[in-house]
Every structure is written in C-alpha cells, then in structure tokens.
C-alpha cells in the first residue's frame, strides 16, 4: 500500500463511527466518506454522485452487467443480447456467462485481434443485428493478463448511437492511464491496484443509469449497493488515487523504461521468447511472455522459488494448466498459451529487480525446457 493510503486507513481503523448514523461520531464518519468520494469523483472526472462504493472490482463489475441487464430486461423484455469483449476479466466474463446461463441472456462474445484489441467493427455490426434487442455493451478498458488497452471511446459512441448502456471494467487502468470515467455508462475500479487496501472499489455509475440491485439492506449508496460503508478502506482508497493520480506521468515513464528494458533483455538473450498484446497501445507495468516448449507453471514455481514472483492468467483446473481465454481470443494455439508469463512492474520496481530477473530466467527457462509441456 502507499504510505499515503496506509495513514488514512489507520486514522479511520481506531476511528468510531457509522456513515450512517446521526451522532457527532457517525456525522464525523460521513464527512470522511464524503470528502473521499469527492477526491475519488474528481481523478475519475465524474460529479461525486456518480460514485458507489463496493468490496472492489469483483462486485463493481457484477453489480454493473447483472444491474445493467436486469433493469433493462425488466423495463424492455425484448432486450436480451449482452455484447461483451472475448477477453474479459472473470469477474465479468463469468457474471455475463451467468446471465446467458440462467437468466435468459443471448450472449455474444466480440472478437479480438492477434494484440488483443477488441473488433469495433464487429460491435457496431452485432449492434446493429440486435437493434432494440442489446441490452448491455461490456468491453474492458485495458486487459489485465497482455495489458491491451481497449477502444473505448469508440465503443461508447456506438453505444451511445444505439441507446445501449456500456459498462467498462478499469480495473487494470485506473492509475495507470488517463481514465474519464463518463466515458462509459458505468465503471469499475479497485482499491488494490491503484496502492489501496484489498477490499474496496468502486463502481461508477451515471445517475440516469438504471440499476437493479444485488444486495438488499439499509438502502446505502443510493440504494444501489446497501451494507454500512467501510470507512476505513475508503478513505485509504481516496489517499492511494490522489497519490496515484498526483505521480502519474512520472510513475509511468520510470515502470514504462524499465518494462521495454525487461522485455528486450529477455527477448534477446534467451532464445524463442515472443511478446504478447499491443507492443505501443498497452499498460506501461507489464510484460507478457511466451517461453516457447515450457510450461508457464512450471517457470512460475521455479521463478518463485528464486524469489520472483509473477503470475500466469489462466487457472488451473483439477491440478491440469488451462489455456488461458484471452490468449486463445488472440489466436495464440494452446501450447503456446501454456506456455506464457505475465511480468508485472510497478512503483517500487527497479533496475536492480530487472537485473535479477535476467540472472535467474535463463537457467529456469532451460529447466523447464528439459522438463517440456505438461500433458
Ligand atoms: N477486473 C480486472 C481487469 C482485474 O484485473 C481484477 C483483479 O485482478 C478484477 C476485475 C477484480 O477486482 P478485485 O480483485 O478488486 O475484486
């Protein structure tokens, strides 16, 4: 966490108080959320009305497709289509699967290029196959396993054009890339990935959107999301987005240098290394790699052992490696797909971790070659 973060956090731990109550102690409570959601509204350019707290980008992102959905279906009953990028985090991927599963929804999933950049020619064609029948768009703004980042502003004129509601999960980009979240209709954020506490987030929300709850209670954030607001987490968002917002450029160009540093040491001096995602359009702190005859959790567990962590996309299922989905969108073949590593960079990365790496990657690399693909 940022040290800003950390301090408002513990202020607000040893503080008492409900947001919600009328005493001296829960007016005091409010004041702290309120001020956080002005800071919070003001980084993401939007009025302070249109932020609703939530346990983070999990629920953001299923309170916005399934609340989308539900209020639409319910007020247009024709409208059944859900249009939604192949390469979605699960938090939403699976919120929409739902919907198709149980709730009637006919989902179409919207390709990606070989960079994984989603195909808006396919949106506005599906757009206008489902006129009057699309009852949510949802396109992420950057991916978290290959760092893409997403044509959103195109996706929210088509789906302005169209009357359509577009939830874009920016998670990954918050604080990382200049975000305007009135962009879409809806937004989601987390507190873990901007220096913030584990826990919170933050699902931007037009007023004039129609929502259907997923938790029924006290009737907090404008009934939308109800449960007593976790002060504490909140105020250590704010303080870790005003910081992140406040450092930006400066935080981005060092992670961005050290990034392409990595990727060509690496690509250079260990042979049948390929870089995955959009090499100029992508989040300056990743890197992802495909390690050509390896097994990614092979490399990973090796890598880990060496005191360096990083992570793949894909889970594992039953103990067997899965491919993961959004590489396979990107037409990468299985074994490939296996085969890759996401190197995350950040803040307090520095030259010395890079050198590190480089020590330490061409013996795993080689050990996990002789060890081969798991079949
Ligand atoms: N969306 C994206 C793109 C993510 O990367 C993540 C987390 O890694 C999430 C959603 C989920 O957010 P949270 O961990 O706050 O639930």
């Given at each position: 966490?940022?040290?800003?973060?950390?301090?408002?956090?513990?202020?607000?731990?040893?503080?008492?108080?409900?947001?919600?109550?009328?005493?001296?102690?829960?007016?005091?409570?409010?004041?702290?959320?309120?001020?956080?959601?002005e800071?919070?509204?003001?980084?993401?350019?939007?009025?302070?009305?249109?932020?609703?707290?939530?346990?983070?980008?999990?629920?953001?992102?299923?309170?916005?497709?399934?609340?989308?959905?539900?209020?639409?279906?319910?007020?247009?009953?024709?409208?059944?289509?859900?249009?939604?990028?192949?390469?979605?985090?699960?938090?939403?991927?699976d919120?929409?699967?739902?919907?198709?599963?149980?709730?009637?929804?006919?989902?179409?999933?919207?390709?990606?290029?070989?960079?994984?950049?989603v195909?808006v020619?396919?949106?506005?064609?599906?757009?206008?196959?489902?006129?009057?029948?699309?009852?949510?768009?949802?396109?992420?703004?950057?991916?978290?396993?290959?760092?893409?980042?997403?044509?959103v502003?195109?996706?929210?004129?088509?789906?302005?054009?169209?009357?359509?509601?577009?939830?874009?999960?920016?998670?990954?980009?918050?604080?990382?890339?200049?975000?305007d979240?009135?962009?879409?209709?809806?937004?989601?954020?987390?507190?873990?990935?901007?220096?913030?506490?584990?826990?919170?987030?933050?699902?931007?929300?037009?007023?004039?959107?129609?929502?259907?709850?997923?938790?029924?209670?006290?009737?907090?954030?404008?009934?939308?999301?109800?449960?007593?607001?976790?002060?504490?987490?909140?105020?250590?968002?704010?303080?870790?987005?005003?910081?992140?917002?406040?450092?930006?450029d400066?935080?981005v160009?060092?992670?961005?240098?050290?990034?392409?540093?990595?990727?060509?040491?690496?690509?250079?001096?260990?042979?049948?290394?390929?870089?995955?995602?959009?090499?100029?359009?992508?989040?300056?702190?990743?890197?992802?790699?495909?390690?050509?005859?390896?097994?990614?959790?092979?490399?990973?567990?090796?890598?880990?052992?060496?005191g360096?962590?990083?992570?793949?996309?894909?889970?594992?299922?039953?103990?067997?490696?899965?491919?993961?989905?959004?590489?396979?969108?990107?037409?990468?073949?299985?074994?490939?797909?296996?085969?890759?590593?996401?190197?995350?960079?950040?803040?307090?990365?520095?030259?010395?971790?890079?050198?590190?790496?480089?020590?330490?990657?061409?013996?795993?690399?080689?050990?996990?070659?002789?060890?081969?693909?798991?079949?």
């Amino acid at each position: 966490m940022r040290p800003e973060a950390l301090e408002a956090m513990l202020a607000e731990l040893v503080a008492v108080g409900n947001p919600s109550s009328q005493h001296t102690s829960g007016r005091r409570a409010r004041r702290i959320v309120e001020e956080s959601r002005e800071s919070i509204a003001s980084v993401l350019a939007v009025a302070p009305g249109d932020v609703v707290f939530t346990s983070g980008g999990t629920e953001a992102d299923n309170l916005a497709v399934k609340g989308l959905y539900r209020a639409r279906r319910s007020a247009e009953p024709q409208r059944t289509w859900v249009l939604s990028s192949s390469i979605e985090h699960h938090a939403v991927l699976d919120a929409v699967e739902h919907l198709g599963a149980h709730e009637d929804a006919d989902v179409v999933w919207l390709p990606v290029d070989g960079v994984g950049r989603v195909d808006v020619e396919r949106l506005a064609e599906s757009l206008v196959a489902g006129e009057g029948r699309t009852a949510l768009v949802t396109v992420m703004w950057a991916n978290n396993e290959v760092g893409t980042i997403q044509p959103v502003a195109e996706v929210a004129a088509l789906c302005a054009a169209y009357g359509v509601p577009f939830h874009s999960d920016a998670v990954q980009a918050v604080g990382q890339v200049p975000v305007d979240a009135s962009v879409p209709t809806t937004l989601a954020a987390s507190g873990h990935k901007v220096g913030g506490p584990l826990g919170v987030g933050v699902l931007s929300a037009r007023r004039s959107a129609a929502i259907e709850p997923l938790v029924h209670g006290g009737g907090q954030e404008r009934d939308i999301r109800s449960g007593t607001l976790d002060t504490p987490a909140i105020a250590g968002l704010a303080a870790a987005l005003t910081a992140a917002d406040a450092d930006r450029d400066e935080r981005v160009a060092q992670v961005r240098t050290l990034r392409d540093e990595l990727v060509h040491r690496v690509v250079g001096e260990i042979d049948g290394v390929t870089r995955n995602g959009d090499p100029v359009d992508c989040l300056p702190g990743i890197a992802h790699l495909s390690f050509e005859g390896c097994e990614g959790d092979a490399l990973l567990l090796l890598l880990d052992a060496a005191g360096i962590e990083c992570s793949r996309g894909s889970a594992c299922s039953a103990g067997v490696p899965q491919p993961s989905h959004v590489l396979l969108a990107m037409g990468l073949d299985a074994l490939t797909a296996r085969s890759s590593l996401r190197f995350s960079l950040g803040r307090t990365t520095s030259e010395s971790d890079i050198d590190r790496l480089l020590d330490v990657l061409p013996g795993v690399v080689a050990r996990a070659r002789r060890a081969g693909p798991a079949r």
